[in-house]
């Protein structure tokens, strides 16, 4: 049964209102331009591990975008290989006789196929958080590792008949990992800042050099060398394996995720945080773009004048909305609380970064960008709005309930709304109410002085999501299934359509909220709407026909 409990939080919410009235406002516009591209579209949605096969083509994977794709080594085109979901892939392998095999991350499934034209089999399952793996060249043996929701080494039957046998657990993070010549397993431990070789027959390890800052992943070269790369501080090291001398070969930007080393020396550089793969040539130092993007994976959105702050997954972003430069906040992993943002919520002093996928809210003083508190150990948090008197208001689509946490270390909970049908994203209306998206198909009013019961808007939508207000009164949503955007009048709840065929919608897999990667919807001052596209990851704006 849903429940209100208001008080203090009408005068929050009308300040809150107040910040953002202007007068006179924009009149209600006859239509809406086509969708233009502020920020332009990219590859992956986040880019992980990467392989180069028997054939030459350099393949990377991308967990958030459900895909494993193929990037053209000279210019830098690249086209979905294996599409959503099974084409998920941390990792990739290329097999001795060229089979190819990655890991389903999200789903714990590891995924082969023997050749382009053979179909895809499932060889290992329930392993949640399976992240990297390589074959042993010499003998066909396959080795996968369990990093972040699991820390565990396995061997897998290729031929998946056998259930995976255990080698070691507990390493520290045992990720981006290749079998050398030697038949032991080389790699970095994720959060012991090591680099180790590991003797898959009794799980042996042994420290091959130390001192970095988050080691994401290890390939040799054949030549002695171990390259390495460093997540948090942007290095591609070189160590050598016969004196463990570590030399920084290139400096590179925060957020590095894998490489990949083709047989001529080119070193392939993979970065999660701007969709980028970069091509090293180790013997003049020259580094070459192949692709890149200004956003990762753009979800939830606020304004503020003319800035744009965009939870960006693997980042957290300022856009310029006049001219659509973008200007990292905070980058995964070179800032270490920042935790996956699915969503941002603003209020005059503080950002609310939400992110359903680690449970927490994330609170960051917008002077200082530093961070002032985390809320953890929520139930899918999916938006938070930073609140005038420091409380805050969070939105859990497990529990269908919208709550204020307040007091010290926000330990004090009320919950004001519950029984939502999966509440996704949130504003404070003009007249001083909460306004949630239901994934359920609602658009709900919340009146935070108790004042009136919870009101449906509109219903009967597909999947809203994202949602804001005009300056004329009405919202404009997000129907992430019908990939499109509607305005809804809150007094008649009639609606028309803003724009349709958007690139949004993404779906997640088995066992994710419905949602996944919430679209993103902000409105100007003048009436503009802009969009976040998680299809692939481009902001767009649509400008009002008067």
Known sequence: ????????????????????????????????GAPEALVAPSAFGGVHGLAVDK?????????????????????????????????????????????????????????????????????????????????????????????????????????????????KKDMGG??????????????????????????????AMTVIADGFKIPAAANLDGKGNLWVVDSRTGELVRVELATARKTVAKQLKPSLDNLAIAPEGT?????????????????????????SGKLAVPAGM?????????????GFRQVDATTGAVRDIFRMQRDPELDYPFAVGLSSTHFALASWFTGTVQLVDRKTLKTTAVIHGLKAPYDAIPLPDGSVIYAEIATGSVTRASGPKFEDRDVIASGLGGPVQMVMGKDGALYVTEAAGKLTRIPLDASAPLRAV??????????????????????????????????????????????????????LP???????????????????????????RIRPRR
């Not at 392939?268 to 192949?290: I, Q």
């Not at 606020?302 to 997954?313: Q, R, W």
């Not at 990667?517 to 596209?533: L, S």
């Open 302 to 314: 606020k304004i503020d004048g003319n800035d744009l702050f965009v939870a960006d997954i693997f």
């Open 174 to 203: 045992f990720n981006g990992f290749e079998v050398g010549p030697d038949g032991m397993l080389y790699g970095p431990l994720w959060f012991k800042g090591q680099v180790v070789k590991i003797d898959p027959a009794n799980g």
């Open 55 to 167: 054939q030459g083509r350099l393949l990377a994977g991308s967990v958030v975008g459900n895909a494993l794709w193929e990037v053209d080594r000279q210019s830098g085109a690249a086209h979905v290989m294996i599409p959503s979901l099974e084409g998920q892939a941390d990792d990739i392998a290329i097999g001795p006789r060229g089979e190819l095999a990655w890991t389903n991350y999200l789903m714990g499934m590891l995924r082969m196929r023997d050749s382009d034209t053979a179909p895809m089999r499932v060889v290992a399952k329930d392993l949640p958080g399976l992240n990297s793996l390589d074959f042993d060249r010499r003998n066909g043996k396959l080795y996968a590792s369990q990093v972040f929701l699991g820390d565990a080494l396995w061997e897998i039957d290729p031929a998946g008949q056998k259930p995976p046998r255990l080698i």
């Open 458 to 511: 509109a219903e009967g939508l597909a999947l809203p999501e994202g949602l804001a207000q005009t300056p004329w009164g009405s919202f404009i949503v997000a129907e992430s299934k019908a990939r499109r955007l509607v305005e809804i009048d809150p007094a008649t709840g009639m609606r028309r359509t803003v724009a349709e065929d958007l690139p949004i919608g993404l779906e997640g897999g088995p066992g």
């Open 514 to 540: 419905p949602p996944y990667v919430p679209t993103g919807v902000a409105v100007g001052a003048d009436g503009t709407v802009y969009v976040t596209a998680d299809r692939n990851n481009a902001l767009y």
């Open 1 to 32: 049964m849903k429940r209100i409990i208001g008080g203090a939080l009408a005068a929050s919410a009308l300040l809150l209102g107040a910040c953002s009235t202007i007068a006179p406002p924009p009149t209600r516009p006859d239509a809406w």
């Open 267 to 291: 070193i392939y550089v993979s970065n999660m945080a701007d969709n980028s793969v970069e091509a090293f040539n180790p013997e003049t130092g020259e580094v070459r773009m192949l692709t």
